[in-house]
């Protein structure tokens, strides 16, 4: 039997999933930023703690491109036509991009100059 503390980076990921869900919900953007402290935390929980597991790192796969999904069809829906090979090439080439981060960012940028 593993130890508890190996589902602390699965739980950081979720909770950061469900920071960017409230915020693209209408909860404040800080939010949002909470959501990418988590999204980075999580992975580097599990380095920290070694306990690197395939199904935690495509939970984290999975749950951003979920969120970057949702993320595009609040405030840019031309970004979904771009975003899915994208977020695959990366998948597929093992790059460590977030793709997550940067339309959060961009979309925090253009709601404040509004």
């Not at 093992?94 to 709601?111: E, K, N, P, Q, Y």
């Amino acid at each position: 039997m593993q130890p508890i503390y190996v589902l602390l980076p699965s739980l950081i990921t979720m909770i950061g999933a469900a920071c960017s869900a409230a915020w693209l919900a209408g909860a404040p953007w800080y939010l949002a930023i909470v959501a990418l402290l988590l999204d980075d935390l999580d992975g580097w929980t599990a380095r920290r703690l070694r306990v690197c597991t395939k199904f935690g790192a495509e939970l984290d796969w999975h749950l951003d491109v979920i969120v970057c999904a949702a993320i595009a069809a609040r405030f840019t829906p031309w970004l979904l036509c771009v975003l899915a090979p994208w977020l695959a090439l990366a998948k597929s080439k093992s790059w460590r991009i977030s793709l997550r981060a940067a339309m959060t960012i961009a979309c925090l940028v253009v709601g404040a100059t509004r």
